[in-house]
């Protein structure tokens, strides 16, 4: 959900998005992830064909409210960039089984263990994962951003 509106396929369909994960309490790596996506929002804040995507790995601090209030904090466009929450299955199975986002770590991980990545996945409009980023690191974003027009010019 965002800003207590549903998110579906269907918002990122035939979009070029950008997801990671995240925590609104989180007093370490999500701060500067926040910070570096958005540079990515500023540099297609006009682009129709380009969202964001950021999922709560923690559904059961991270209500609706409280990710409306970190928008709005952190200077998020909502039709931009999405902070969604889920049931928190569905969010780890994202992670691990459709973006992939923990694999380059080599760490087997139970199911149902904490999940926290640096990683933004750049995803293409036929939904194919086109790269894996550093989000903490201002030339991986630089070059995600220059990945992102190189993908808009393939049309």
Known sequence: MRQGKKVNEKTFENKIYVADFFFTSCPGICPKMTANMNIVQEAFKDD????LLS????????????????ALYKGVISNKWHLVTGS???????D????FVEDDLGLEKDEDEFLHTENFVLIDKNR???GIYNGLNKTSVKQ???????????G
């Open 88 to 94: 928190e299955k569905e969010i780890y199975k994202l």
């Open 128 to 130: 194919h994962i086109r």
């Open 144 to 154: 995600l951003i220059s990945d992102i027009q190189t993908l808009k010019k393939e």
């Open 96 to 99: 691990r089984k459709d973006y």
């Open 48 to 51: 129709d064909d380009v969202l």
């Open 55 to 70: 999922h709560s790995v923690t559904p059961s601090d991270d209500s609706v409210a409280v990710l409306k209030d970190y």
